[in-house]
């Protein structure tokens, strides 16, 4: 076909340019990417418009880039129409840093000051710059299965110029396995309990009971889907019959435990009304195994080579996959598992393969792809149904398999513990429901309250995989409380990417304080923590001394139920002091006011306009604050179900005609408190039976609703 301007859409999005096209008669300009035009502007009079052609502007050839820019001799305002995948989503086209919020969204948000899109489905991210500009409406409009955002922007002689990345996180970040068109993760909020910080390698049949009754009646109507079972189950060493297969080594229990095995398991889990899930690793323990299957494992001359946080290698040739790997994942899913943790991965790699690149035993692809065989292996044998987590350490290799992968080492219920797990959340969140589900590892809440609330109410808004670890004992009410009301997580996705922040040092607390990562002794809590040994954990960095380092301040984004809204977290890793926050810092209007709401004082704080004023926190203490547009109508701002103010229990909320429609869900036999904005001169003229009043002071009305069914509809008649 000669016809030059089309372009078939491919499977595979081209590492190339947006082609211009100027259509006189409709005087619009538009650039076509893989058969769409992605980018349109309607000029009219566009005599003495200047915009560049062609691939003119190409910058790169690999990790490519694409610069375009349009001028104009005379100030006009235009629209320019996005047109992109229906997954399509607002996205700042840099990472935080001190004293500026980490962005997250929930739904279809447009956020304040974010000039940047981000198409999931075709990995390509799109920044403009150079111009003053605004959203022309509220959220994404989704029509015909395609996201459409519209910007008016005022061009000039000073040019507009537009940033195109294809192919973003696969080139641009360097994870070469993200090929969204071929593989998208399980995006669902994930909950549930995991047995190894509770009990380490000390578990058993009844343990698993109690704990799945005791979750039940607990946490499963707040959203617990799942009980883990964690290392020591399986019978040692592997597999305990050295000419047997690896399949056979982990489906064989230990029989003081387990006497009747994985079922008693996985029935032990189901009856309880929860998904059992199973944890396994990338280990060959038993020394007699290389003798018996030489084949399996990697030599380096006559010894079979053991790594130092690992024991013996898998060879991860095709026979030895098909025959140890493929069977053994297969089995789990079979036996009725919904959930696989991976574990020592990190170590088969770093410890294993790459000490064989060390030796020139291979080379670096020899061992990258023995390891990408080995994950491809596994994910044969669970299929796609099957949620899948890699452990620990986020491994290019593991990207396009996996649905969550853990990133950061062991957690506990010390302030270094709890401290990692912020802060990683924070340093990894440009991969949040894009590469996979940000796994920060277990909670152990028999750590102080207030740390209990801080890392639980982050994993909750940020959308991070949320599983306790802890014995029955730890679950005061106090702490039943707090998990309550951070289940479940929301489906958080990033709103914000770039590369990974290296500028903070890692993982700075497993040499601290005598306790080290080899020990298997679960850590005490420490009744405090020194504000020195607080600056030694975190390590000097740019920042450390800001209003907010960075991983203190996140802004949340949610679009739910017909309403919109933020919610501020400020979370304590290193102590805050009073300080003053703009509303442009959180993605909101500095010209509008907000109504602010205190989330676990249960307060209305008050009206904020350009900036809010903060107090201070003390370490490992956080401040979380709803932030609602103030309006002229009656509005819920915010309820005690959920650490969202709240995501989780409205399903429906219009005002019309002087009535407060609410459709809600909640859990039978329980209460939820809602609170409502009054604008002035309004007042409650009558309300649902199955509601009332429980206070109404500074515009604000505490209602409360009891939940004889698990969906209610009410109604507020001002």
């Not at 499977?11 to 990417?33: F, G, I, R, S, T």
């Not at 002035?680 to 003229?685: A, L, N, R």
Request: a negative charge.
């Amino acid at each position: 076909m000669n016809n030059l301007n089309f372009h078939p859409i491919q499977v595979v999005p081209p590492n190339a340019h947006a082609l211009h096209k100027w259509n006189e008669d409709q005087q619009l300009l538009a650039y076509e990417y893989n058969g769409i035009n992605i980018i349109t502007m309607h000029i009219p009079n566009a005599e003495d418009l200047g915009f560049r052609h062609g691939s003119d502007g190409s910058m790169q050839s690999v990790q490519y880039f694409q610069q375009i820019y349009v001028a104009m001799e005379k100030p006009m305002s235009v629209v320019m129409t996005l047109n992109l995948s229906e997954d399509a989503i607002n996205m700042r086209p840099k990472r935080a840093k001190a004293n500026e919020a980490i962005l997250g969204q929930c739904g279809n948000v447009l956020i304040d000051g974010v000039n940047a899109v981000y198409d999931i489905s075709l990995d390509l991210l799109i920044d403009w710059n150079g111009v003053k500009w605004s959203w022309l409406s509220k959220e994404i409009e989704i029509v015909e299965g395609r996201a459409i955002i519209k910007v008016r922007v005022e061009l000039g002689q000073k040019p507009m110029f537009i940033n195109l990345r294809p192919l973003y996180y696969n080139k641009h970040l360097g994870y070469n396995y993200h090929k969204p068109w071929d593989f998208k993760p399980n995006t669902k909020p994930v909950a549930g309990w995991c047995s190894w910080e509770a009990y380490r390698r000390d578990i058993d049949i009844d343990k698993i009971k109690n704990i799945a009754k005791f979750m039940a009646q607990n946490f499963k109507d707040y959203g617990m889907e799942y009980i883990q079972v964690d290392d020591g189950y399986q019978k040692m060493p592997l597999p305990a019959n050295p000419k047997g297969t690896m399949e056979e080594g982990w489906m064989t229990c230990e029989e003081n435990k387990f006497p009747d095995g994985h079922q008693s398991i996985v029935s032990a889990i189901n009856d309880e009304g929860f998904l059992p899930a199973i944890w396994t690793n990338a280990n060959i323990t038993n020394p007699e195994f290389p003798v018996n299957n030489p084949e399996a494992v990697l030599w380096n001359g006559d010894e079979a080579i053991k790594g130092e946080w690992i024991d013996y290698l898998y060879s991860c040739t095709p026979e030895t996959l098909e025959k140890h790997v493929v069977p053994l994942f297969k089995s789990f899913k079979d036996m009725g598992y919904q959930y696989i943790k991976i574990d020592a991965i990190r170590h088969l790699l770093f410890d294993g393969l790459h000490e064989c690149v060390r030796l020139g035993l291979m080379t670096n692809e020899e061992a990258e792809h023995k390891f990408r065989a080995y994950m491809e292996a596994t994910k044969r044998g669970l299929g796609d149904d099957v949620y899948y987590l890699a452990s620990w350490g986020e491994m290019h290799e593991v990207v396009g398999l996996v649905d969550a992968c853990r990133i950061s080492m062991d957690a506990n219920p010390t302030w270094a513990g709890i401290r990692m797990q912020l802060f990683e959340s924070a340093r990894w969140f440009h991969t949040q429901r894009i590469l996979f589900v940000n796994d920060p590892d277990h909670v152990c809440v028999r750590t102080k309250l207030d740390w209990a609330k801080s890392v639980l109410s982050l994993i909750s808004l940020s959308g991070g995989l949320y599983m306790l670890s802890d014995t029955l004992d730890a679950y005061k009410d106090e702490k039943i409380d707090v998990i309550r009301k951070t289940l479940p997580t929301l489906a958080t996705k990033t709103a914000e990417t770039g590369a990974l922040t290296v500028d903070y040092p890692a993982y700075t607390w497993t040499k601290l304080h005598g306790f080290a990562v080899q020990s298997h002794e679960a850590p005490v809590v420490a009744d405090d923590v020194s504000l020195e040994d607080a600056l030694n954990m975190s390590g000097v960095y740019e920042g450390v001394d800001a209003e907010h380092p960075f991983s203190s301040l996140w802004s949340f984004h949610i679009n739910k139920a017909d309403r919109k809204w933020c919610v501020m977290a400020r979370i304590a890793t290193l102590p805050l002091e009073e300080s003053t926050i703009s509303m442009k810092t959180l993605g909101l209007d500095e010209n509008k006011t907000y109504l602010a709401f205190d989330f676990w004082k249960q307060s209305f704080v008050g009206e904020v306009k350009g900036s809010y004023n903060a107090g201070s926190l003390a370490l490992g203490c956080c401040e979380i604050i709803a932030l609602y547009e103030k309006t002229p109508d009656p509005q819920v701002i915010a309820s005690d179900r959920h650490v969202s103010m709240d995501a989780v229990s409205i399903d429906e909320h219009v005002y019309v005609n002087k009535n407060l429609n609410l459709k809600l869900n909640g859990i039978i036999n329980n209460t939820i408190r809602y609170y409502v904005y009054i604008p002035e001169g309004e007042k409650i003229k009558n309300i649902s039976n199955n509601a009332k009043i429980i206070t109404q002071t500074n515009n604000i009305a505490c209602i409360e609703v009891e939940f004889k069914e698990k969906a209610l509809d009410i109604f507020i008649e001002f």
